[in-house]
């Protein structure tokens, strides 16, 4: 069936610039959650979403970073004046439910973001 | 807050023997864990998770050992194959919160 969706998979842009990376969940699954990851380095929670409520901003790593989801389905984060130390892969998840103890995380390849 | 590390950062094994990838967590209100598996280029991927009340359990070609005396668990690979080849991660989540915490991961190489 089909798994998390990323666009675009890939992502170079200047620095100063603004990005926008998408996420489209499995369908029915009421959480989403953002990590990143830079090169050889573990994930680094970012944002999570509950329908479409973001009851956790702490991970954003600074105010250029926002992220909205519409219709309890779609996502996107949103990198604005990007700097270089914002390149990494940045990583979509969804779950069925909010807890972690009865559904596990599902997630996407990623898009690959450098910035230049 | 919540750390994650790993015994080791690198494992190499033979394609057929069994693995062990070991886990230690500091946070004794974590109460179910789950381990993933990252191939390159990929997401992380589910492969079993345990709770709290259990100290074993077994899926396929996988065994995952907690011992919550000493905030320690094991992922255990029989018969270990090329396609293993990963980097596991091992996540604790207490209370159900779902900021799940990455350590860095173990990678795990298979050579033939």
């Known amino acids: 069936g089909a798994g998390v969706s990323q666009s675009p998979s890939n992502k170079v842009t200047e620095k100063g610039k603004d990005v926008e990376l998408r996420c489209d969940p499995i369908s029915g699954h009421t959480a989403l959650y953002w990590y990143r990851q830079s090169l050889g380095q573990g994930l680094e929670f970012l944002i999570y979403f509950q329908g479409n409520s973001a009851p956790d901003k702490s991970g954003l790593p600074s105010d250029r970073f926002s992220a909205e989801r519409t219709g309890g389905s779609v996502s996107t984060l949103t990198i604005q004046r990007t700097q270089q130390e914002d390149s990494a892969v940045y990583l979509c998840a969804s779950s069925l439910v909010l807890r972690q103890g009865d559904s596990p995380l599902h997630f996407g390849n990623g898009t690959r973001l450098t910035v230049t | 807050g919540e750390s994650v590390g790993l015994h080791l950062p690198t494992l190499s094994v033979q394609e057929g023997d069994n693995s062990i990838i070991n886990c230690a967590y500091s946070n004794s209100a974590s109460d179910y864990f789950i381990w993933y598996k990252q191939e390159s280029g990929k997401g992380p991927q589910f492969i079993i998770d345990?709770?709290?009340?259990?100290d074993k359990r077994q899926g396929q070609r996988v065994t995952v050992l907690l011992n919550k005396t000493v905030k320690h668990l094991s992922l255990q690979i029989a018969a270990t194959q090329p396609g293993d080849s990963a980097v596991y991660f091992c996540t604790p989540v207490s209370g159900g919160y779902n900021k799940l915490i990455f350590g860095a991961g173990t990678r795990l190489a298979v050579h033939p």
């Open positions: 345990i709770r709290s009340n259990m």
